[in-house]
């Protein structure tokens, strides 16, 4: 019996996070993923600016699904895997488009995962799963709050996992989290989720 209680159809996207510490987690998590999961996945992690090339290269690899940068406008479609590129901005906009930005850094990033958090929330609203991991600073945790505050689910990786834990750890002083989690637990979680759609 799952602990996890997931009802059919409640969701419609997840977006996640992550910084320093993070590639090995989301690594794991795009690798179980069934290869039909059905809810768009949208990820911002942090990553080297100048550096365009690899990052996808490497998420694909180790991804049941393939990996993609979006480019400005461009509808979401479900099922799919998308990364915020290098040195861009990446929100969502209501119509479940994607919208691209290069305005100055937040929280010292761009991307800044906060403005892809707080976009989705405001999008998506209580339909949204948002999941922070490992990383270094405070960004994602107000836009972790930003979710919680409009009824979606918060999922941030157990401090204690974390290669560093400032980033769960601001977002769980910011905002309640609904689930403190191992990568192994987030896991099983998307794979209930997946079967509420299947």
Known sequence: MSKFKIEPNRFK???IGGSAGSFQG??????SLPADFQLPIIMCLHRLKHVRHGFVEALSIKSSKPVE???DKEGIKKGKVYLAPANYHLGVELGNTFAMGT???VNNSRPSIDITLETCAYNYKNKLIGILLSGANRDGAMGMKKIKDRGGLTIVQSPEECMIDTM???AMALCEIDHILKVEDIILFLKEVHKAYS
Request: net charge negative; glycine share 0%.
């Open 168 to 170: 769960p750890k601001s």
């Open 103 to 105: 305005d100055d850094m």
């Open 69 to 71: 940068e979006p480019y």
């Open 13 to 15: 996207a997840i977006v």
């Open 26 to 31: 989301i690594t794991k998590i795009l690798s």
